[in-house]
């Protein structure tokens, strides 16, 4: 069997050269790899807040008739725990592995606009803070992650909290759209030679996909929050019932990105579990090139069947009809994925890291959602169960039981090239079962909570509904997701310094990335490979191999090996500066908002005519 | 290997509970279950549900099966060969696109039947109710019957009732679970949704919910409903269309006045002492504060429940007080912050004088007093008929009631009704109130008012 | 691309083009989606205005008496449209200029015609002459009694108009900008690929307002 050309040496050496390390260098950095892993520490950190939030929720619902929390702040907890879960954890834990992994595994040395990418990560991280900080004053948004109009216009909504919510989600998308553009181009363009479309990791694949729903998602919302920016400081009367606007507006635009919205979620999941799951059933994906379609057709499909989440308010019957079929379908190439995905297993040989607990609990749990989902594409039957804590168990089991699963597959999987240093396999035991059964405990449940009548986003409930065993549950099940959280961040940590060393690719992957030393050296690859193969470290030609062992040379320097590097710079950080001082102005004062876009045109300038490179000889 | 035998383990427990969690479900225990509809809407969905839960469970059975079976049977031994190494098959990946999309015909084909057959026209003839949602409370209209009441409805078993939706601020939701699925009530638009109460039921009452987030007090956005039989209905809506009776009877003196119970002292935290702390009316509208350490009159609801002919300037059927389930009861307890005197007796007719001259007018409508026209909060015409205050947030006693005149708004947070006690600490406003404030024996006379409004 | 030892060079691109060249297309794929969004709030809106002033229609006020006049001006607008999109012809001619600024002039056949310079210049200040159109148009319709604030029309009108004047206004900005480089220190053809960026955006700007003078304007 052909792995690595290098086997694995008990050292670690160090990724980048001395003098490039430091709080300076990182806020100055455009390497992918660095800006891979402030995504991920920030976004783990913003796990913790959300995760916080949550259990809050499930502490005041753990009884009936509880006022752990005031009705006013359960209503911002709700809200933020969505936001915050979606739009500040799960979607950057994607991108810090599209950053990762994308170079890494198409061959390339960095993105297409290193500079562009830490300006998307800057923004990222200030518009995190501007839309979480509220919460500590308990003046955080409280209109719902789906914000709906009129109840967030100025009229229902006079306080700051929307504002908070409306411009934290505007500069949130700044950040997806910045980075939805570098990762078009670094795929299209990018690709090492021979690494055809067809040839391309799954998880790159599935990246693809996403950065175009990205692009063509987010201008919806951006400008449905426009429209809601406006109404709320200039007056204008899109979502002002008393001037004859209609309320579906707001729920249109934002559906058409909301549901799109989900793959972008679960589809980067979808990626890593289809790297994870042949690495350790030691065979290739099963049907690569129906993966890719399905993929393609989900997130096509997925621009055609918003309205399934308006299937209450009257739309007729023929537009049910249309969207509960639309949606139906969409099951089709889902469901293909789950069957390509345990054929990848059968006929395999096993092995059980946490890694690929995670990534079978993924198959697991998200054909729970799946089937749920299909259960409310049925308008009648979903009449019952929107709004109810259905719906909750129902996305909590595509969101975590898909997406969180996948991405600790992802973690545990990719943790070892990034640091070097493998996790504990023992710690992430533990985790996995802890989160497997706190999940289920958790969510499970609150099918029932649904379908026996509990609404959903209330602060306190009365006794005697029949709720109070299945939320108790919840609670409980919460609780136990509290530990294994505990038990990751620790394993996390401690294998920063304690770590068993990994080498270059401790899993036997069959994947470029896995060419390359642990941690990857700045300049990505030594020489750019010539790839003929799907999996060039499994299957690959003489050629592969001869890459691969060039490049899994460690400690070599760039400037050993006369590779050009990007300039460090902090202008994109000053320009992501200038968008929070703008934004703030509108809340604060007008002063700030002039400040904010001379900071963003003086540094844009400076930015654009500055070169990214040292002059290629 | 370890971990796949502690996950079948893990799988058949779950299974297992999954499955008495589901036929426990099915039991009464479970007031708002969508499990037993008692409509023909509500079993419309409740077949295509069964169809769902049917397939999905198979579909779910087959999948976790296969997988724990892949799992097991091929697992990473001790000889540690290279498998097969297998990209594909066109003929497997195209029999299992087929097959997802054969399962989905059984779901599709009932559910575009469904959905015609239950977003028809309404049958000619039905009972029409307007819905109005408001923050945080609902208005229901029976403009056949010319009839205003809020959060409760009575409907007749076996009629077809239409509810036409309409919002007067944000977006809502109309959710009576067991009577059928919910419709959104949205703001410059109009919804419908129509079903038929069982004809077969007897008298029974529904909670019904707000199921579309509206703000601070959305989980306080709940109503009743009473399916009752048609002549218990006709009589309930013959008494509702006029005036309240509160003339008629404040005239015999009875209805009037408000005895106090013995002790003084001020009330503490909690239900248990509510009732103490509170002015009760000779005739309370039927039900006592749980730990109420005082004894109710006897309920004219209990007779009215056998009333089968209202007579004229009498209160028509109710649904009867006492035979209300401990679901339709609610069980919030009051803020520690909001207390009562203890030992107040309240005067109805000078309840109605103050209340007539208090703010209350500027927002209540009292079918018989001239000065209440307001149209802002509920009508109040048969307010002492209904079984809760607060759109299902506490029982219609003179306790609550009471406190809720005192300080509604730390009762249910955010709220339109202002903090009206004498200095009273109003949580919207954050002050409190000093001018015009009503002290607690001007409170106590207005419940007696409004409690007497049968 | 630089000639290079190495057997992959430094600036080796699968697809042979510039990466900033797919970027733009991406980007305009995404304005695509934002105009779109705009443009379809203002159809669903149209007609549901609860007063006037109206697109296409009078209207009098049942309070005051005051007839409001259909408030569209489309010769007005004709003309700016005229304007913005000779603006693109003169775009394409500077990127021509910039493309083949080492040809000698003169030569027979591919004549160029003017220089970079000029028709920057040019493309410049029709788009700015548009802009004055639009500030034209805003301050007459709020003499009328428009305003953003006025009814639904008002506020999709003036926000759809609004987003493409302020594309413009971007464009107007970074054509300057290519001036005074040009100035600095000439555009050739090494910037071809900075001032065919410009024009896509530029165009891609002129073709929307295409579509909104269409569907806004002339659609009743």
Known sequence: ?617 | MRETSRLRVLGTTGIALALALFLGACKQDYPNTTFVPHSEYGREIDFLWDRLLLLGTIVFVLIEGALIYVMIRYRRRETDERPPQTHGNVIIEVIWTLIPAFILLFIAIPTVRTIFTTQAKVAAGALQIEVIGHQWWWEFRYPEYGVTTANEIYLPVGRTVNFKLNSNDVIHSFWIPQLGGKRDVVTNRTNYIWLTPDSTMQPSVWNGFCAEYCGASHAKMKFRVFTVKPDQFASWVEHQRGPAVFGATASTGAAGTATTPAGGQPRESGVTSAGGAAPAVPRPPGSTIPGADTVAAPAPNAVLAGNRQPAAGSPGYIYPREQLPEYAKPHTPIPGNVTFTKGLTGNAARGQQVYSSAACIGCHTIAGNPMSVGNVGPNLTHFGSRSTIGAGSFPNSPAYLALWIKNARAMKPDILMPTLGKNEYDPVLKTRVTTGGLDDQQIADIVAYLSSLK | ?220
Not at chain 1, 58 to 81: C, D, G, K
Not at chain 1, 286 to 307: D, E, K, R
Not at chain 3, 165 to 173: E, M, N, P, Q, S
């Open chain 3, 1 to 220: 691309m630089s000639a290079s030892a190495q057997p992959v060079p430094h600036h080796y691109t699968s697809t042979g083009l510039d990466s900033r060249k797919i970027a733009i297309w991406a980007f305009i794929g995404s304005e695509c989606m934002l105009f779109i969004s705009l443009i379809s709030t203002y159809l669903i809106y149209k007609g549901r205005s609860l007063v006037g002033p109206f697109p296409h229609e009078v209207w009098t006020d049942p309070s005051t008496g005051h007839v409001f006049r259909p408030i569209l001006n489309i010769p007005v607008t004709s003309a700016s449209t005229f304007t913005l999109l000779m603006s693109s012809l003169f775009m394409v001619l500077a990127l021509a200029a910039v493309q083949n600024k080492e040809i000698p002039k003169h030569t027979r056949g591919d004549r160029i015609l003017g220089s970079s310079k000029l028709w920057l210049w040019a493309t410049a200040i029709a788009g700015a002459t548009f802009l004055g159109f639009q500030a034209f148009e805003f301050t007459s319709f709020v003499h009328e009694g428009l305003t953003i604030r006025r009814n639904l029309f008002g506020s999709s009108f003036f926000t759809l108009t609004g987003f493409h004047g302020a594309h413009v206004t971007a464009g107007v900005i970074w054509l300057l900008t290519l001036l005074s480089i040009d100035y600095r220190r000439g555009l050739g053809p090494k910037d071809a690929l900075n001032v065919d960026i410009a024009a896509l955006y530029w165009h891609f700007v002129d073709v929307v307002w295409i579509a909104i003078f269409t569907l806004v304007y002339l659609l009743r």
């Open chain 1, 1 to 617: 069997m052909a792995t690595t050309a290098a086997p694995a040496r008990p050292t670690i050496h160090p990724t980048y050269e001395p003098g490039k390390s430091g709080v300076w260098a990182w806020l100055t950095t455009v390497d992918h790899k660095r800006i891979g892993m402030l995504y991920l520490m920030t976004a783990l950190s913003f796990f913790v807040v959300g995760g916080i939030e949550a259990v809050i929720i499930r502490i005041q619902l753990q009884a009936p008739n509880q006022h752990v929390v005031s009705a006013e702040f359960y209503n911002q907890l709700f809200t933020m725990h969505g936001t915050t879960m979606i739009f500040l954890v799960i979607m950057p834990l994607s991108a810090a592995f599209f950053n990762f992994l994308i170079p890494l595994q198409i061959g390339a040395r960095d993105v297409a606009f290193p500079r562009l990418n830490a300006f998307s990560y800057w923004v990222y991280l200030f518009g995190g803070l501007f839309i979480t900080l509220p919460i500590f004053f308990q003046v955080a948004p409280n209109g719902g992650w789906f914000g709906y109009a009129p109840l967030t216009t100025r009229p229902y909504s006079p306080g700051i909290n929307i504002d908070f919510w409306v411009m934290g989600l505007q500069i949130l998308g700044i950040s997806s759209l910045a980075a939805a553009f570098n990762f078009i181009t670094t795929i299209i363009n990018l690709r090492a030679p021979g690494m055809t479309l067809m040839r391309m990791p799954m998880f790159t694949w599935m990246s693809f996909v996403v950065q175009f729903l990205l692009i063509l998602a987010f201008p919806v919302i951006t400008i449905a929050l426009v429209f809601l920016l406006f109404d709320r400081f200039f007056g204008t009367q899109f979502y002002e019932v008393a001037a004859g606007a209609d309320p579906l507006l707001w729920q249109h635009l934002f559906w058409i990105f909301g549901h799109p919205e989900v793959y972008i979620l679960v589809l980067p999941a979808f990626g890593l579990v289809s790297e994870v799951l042949p690495t350790y059933s030691r065979k290739p994906l099963f049907g690569y090139p129906v993966m890719v379609y399905s993929g393609i057709l989900i997130g096509v499909l997925g621009f055609g069947v918003w309205a399934h989440h308006m299937f209450a308010v009257g739309m007729g019957a023929i537009a049910d009809s249309f969207f509960a079929l639309a949606t139906m379908l969409i099951g089709i190439p889902t469901g293909v994925k789950i069957f390509n995905w345990m054929a990848t297993m059968a006929q395999g040989s096993i092995r059980f890291t946490t890694s690929m607990k995670f990534a079978i609990g993924l198959v697991a749990l998200f054909t729970i959602g799946g089937i749920s989902g299909v259960m409310h594409s049925s308008p009648p039957a979903d009449l019952q169960q929107t709004d109810s804590y259905f719906i909750v168990a129902h996305f909590h089991y595509v969101l975590f039981g898909g997406s969180i699963m996948g991405i600790f597959a992802g973690i545990y999987h990719y943790v070892p090239k990034m640091t070097g240093r493998l996790m504990d396999e023992k710690l992430g035991n533990w985790h996995f079962w802890l989160t497997f059964i706190g999940m289920n405990l958790t969510f499970f449940p609150m099918h029932f909570a649904g379908m026996l009548g509990m609404p959903r986003r209330i602060y306190t409930y009365d006794s005697g509904q029949g709720w109070d065993t299945f939320n108790l549950m919840s609670s409980i099940g919460s609780y136990i997701l509290v530990v294994a959280s505990v038990i990751f961040f620790h394993n996390f940590f401690r294998s920063r310094k304690r770590g068993e060393i990994a080498g270059p690719n401790p899993w036997h992957a069959g994947t470029l990335e896995w060419s390359l030393p642990s941690p990857v050296p700045e300049y990505n690859f030594a020489t750019v490979p010539t790839v003929t193969s799907r999996y060039p470290l499994w299957e690959g030609s003489e050629v592969d191999l001869e890459s691969a062992r060039i490049n899994s040379q460690e400690g070599k320097t760039a400037a050993d090996l006369g590779i050009i590097l990007p300039y460090p710079t902090i202008k994109p950080l000053i320009v992501a500066a200038g968008i929070i001082v703008m934004f703030t102005g509108l809340i604060t004062t007008k002063v700030l908002v002039f400040l904010g876009a001379a900071i963003i045109v003086g540094s844009l300038y400076s930015w654009l005519l500055s070169p990214l490179e040292p002059e290629h000889h």
